[in-house]
């Protein structure tokens, strides 16, 4: 099953992880982390150590409390378009 944070770059023909690009707020910026993935022979084996990594749980932790915070995209959106 591909995870719900990976998105692909076409331009790069690259997968990188979103929460880990908007949320990382550690040091690891070495492969999957940081540059994303393009090595398709390895792509299962680099995607698992990415999301078993430190770095991405950290960036989730992140990501959950950001929208603990707001209430979330949607919320914000909707509020914009009531108080409009
Ligand atoms: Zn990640």
Redo the contacts with the bound molecule.
Sequence with gaps: MIPS?LCFSHGKVTLY?F??KLFNESRDEEGFSANGSSDWKNAYRSIHS?EISAA?KN?LISLSVRVKETGGVDYILAKQIYEE
């Design positions: 944070c992880c929460v880990f990415h991405h960036a």
